[in-house]
């Protein structure tokens, strides 16, 4: 090969591969992800009609779009009793079809709100807030009103609750809440917030509602309502917040079933006063019965067992009186266990806790020892919970030690006579160093007494103080390190829990308050907190 076209022949091999190298290297995009919602395109009949008669609307857009989580985001103002057919629910289209499967009402103004329901069909991008707006009449109407729900007792309010506006006139009462369809409808969404709009001047009744059978009717076993105090006049200036919660229902027992020879199980909803339950007409049948600690039920016991199909019981709770008829059959016969509830690892303030299986009818304290780790008895002071059915044992405790506390047999008798074998269980405690304190010192105190208490969920209350007349510093000892949330109850019947509210009675829930950050708590350090209530709501 002559050198020319060697050198000709070696430069072209070196681009290609060169080429080659590069397009490996990449890769086919596809170009830019796509982040643009749909845009609306038109409607017909047009949005914002009037004289509206048509019984069909298509509304269409500019790419294929679909609807997500319609029957919660979708909200239609006034209520129809036939829901329209909204389509597509499921497969891609470029448009909207509603059918109306309701009359319309008259010279009124129908809002549809589409929240976020919109979305394009490739990258879910959401169209927010879409409202189709037409009227029955000859003007639309064009006043709106807005507010905020709270959740009364959480931190977090709900996804999606419900806002209603009742037209008060002559037909109204409270009680149509419980029957009718509000006159307009709004909905938080995802937020706090929730306005209405094109609403018609006059007066209306407002609630919040977590409508959970989405039927735009209050159902007090299941949905939580919030009211405003007084009537609503549009057009006005106010701003309405509400409080969201769950009524307690009216207390009554409810079915009771046999669970082995001498227990039966009772529930019951409502709040339980001064329960007492006999067996009827069977006056040498004893019982005994404690709480479950984690629902709203009764363990009850009976003694002795005696050959019978139906077994009936008499109970009764401060003003109701109920009886109750179970199956009764011969079953195995529980034993007695005993446990310990307490962590593994006790804060110096803290009380040891025994439960049993099996009501506590009887103690022995003499045969209950409790040592420290050189075998000194240790002196404690006890009580017995029966409806809790919990042994409490109160002691000094000192810093990083160790306590052994023994049950000799027949320490506990339970109600069925029997009686506990030797049980041993040890408990220690850390050193001061180990937690941290918190001390809140609180401003603008309107009323007392106050419930302090931290928590590092929704639902446990890891610690809790109550301060009553004229005090403002809350101190909180031997706190374990980790970031709790401080939530301040206004105790206004002095009853040492939160109180929820009730629609009829037109009583709104006890007040709760939230510190709005998390504070940090740390090993052998003292948080020190100024919360000025007065700013807070």
């Known amino acids: ?43 017909s ?39 329209p057919l909204i389509t597509p629910l499921g497969s891609p289209g470029k448009f909207i079809k509603i059918q109306f499967q309701d009359t319309l009402i008259p010279n009124t103004t129908y809002t549809i709100n589409f929240g976020a329901s919109v979305v394009d069909n490739n990258e879910s991008n959401p169209f927010p807030f879409f409202q189709y707006v037409f009227s029955t009449g000859p003007v639309l109407d064009s006043l709106s009103f807005k507010g905020s729900v709270k ?51 006059g007066k209306y009744h407002l609630i919040a509602l977590k409508d ?31 409080k969201l919660f769950k009524e307690v229902p009216e207390f009554s027992f409810e079915r009771m079933s046999q669970v082995s020879k001498n227990q039966f199980i009772l529930g019951y909803k409502g709040v339980i006063e001064s329960p007492e339950i006999s067996v009827l007409g069977k006056p040498s049948v004893s019982t005994q019965f404690y709480k479950d600690p984690q629902k709203d039920t009764l363990n009850v016991w009976t003694k002795p067992f005696f050959e019978q199909d139906s077994i ?6 401060k003003k109701y009186t109920d009886t109750i008829v179970s199956r009764y059959k011969d079953q195995l016969v529980d034993s007695l266990i005993v446990s310990t509830k307490s962590a593994s690892k006790l804060r110096l303030n803290a ?83 180990d937690y941290g304190k918190m001390i809140l010192n609180f401003q603008q105190i309107t009323q007392w007494p106050i419930i302090v208490q931290l928590q590092k969920g929704e639902t446990n209350v890891d610690y809790e ?5 004229g005090e403002t510093t809350a101190l909180i000892e031997s706190v374990a390190p980790g970031e709790y949330f401080i939530k301040v109850i206004f105790d206004t019947n002095k009853n040492n829990k939160w109180d929820t509210g009730n629609y009829l009675k037109k009583l709104q829930p006890e007040k709760i308050v939230y510190y709005p950050e998390a504070i940090n708590v740390r090993a052998n350090w003292d948080v020190k907190q100024a919360i000025d209530l007065g700013a807070l709501d």
Do not use: W
């Open 351 to 433: 009380p040891m806790i025994l439960s049993a299986n099996t009501p506590i009818d009887s103690l022995k304290i003499s045969n209950i020892n409790l040592v420290d780790q050189d075998t000194v008895a240790i002196n404690f002071k006890h009580q017995l919970d029966r409806f809790k059915n919990e042994l409490t044992l109160n002691f000094d405790k000192k810093e990083g030690a160790q306590y052994h506390l023994q049950l000799l047999p027949g320490a506990i008798t339970d109600f069925l006579g029997n009686k506990n074998d030797t049980l041993n269980f040890n408990t220690s405690t850390g050193i001061e160093a």
């Open 1 to 43: 090969m002559k050198e020319s076209n060697l050198t000709f022949f070696i430069s072209y091999s070196l681009v290609f591969f060169t080429v080659i190298s590069c397009a490996k290297r990449g890769s086919i995009t596809g170009g830019p992800k796509d982040e643009e919602p749909p845009k609306f395109v038109r409607s």
């Open 212 to 242: 959970n059978n989405s039927n735009y009717t209050f159902e007090p076993q299941q949905d939580k309502i919030g009211f405003y105090d007084s009537i609503i006049t549009i057009p006005q200036d106010t701003v309405a917040k509400l």
């Open 312 to 317: 009936v019981f008499l109970a009764t709770s």
């Open 45 to 83: 009949p047009p949005n914002f009609s009037t004289n509206f008669k048509s019984d069909e609307v298509r509304i269409y857009f500019d790419e294929l779009i679909k609807l997500e989580n319609a029957q919660k985001q979708v909200v239609i103002s006034p209520p129809m009793k036939l829901k």
């Open 151 to 201: 959740d009364a007792f959480k931190k977090k309010l709900d996804d999606y609750v419900s806002v209603f506006l009742y037209k008060v006139d002559e037909n109204y009462t409270d009680s149509i809440v419980f029957k009718d369809p509000p006159r307009y409808i709004s909905s938080t969404l995802d937020s706090t917030e929730f306005e209405f709009k094109n609403l018609k001047e």
């Open 465 to 469: 103080i109550t301060l009553n007349e």
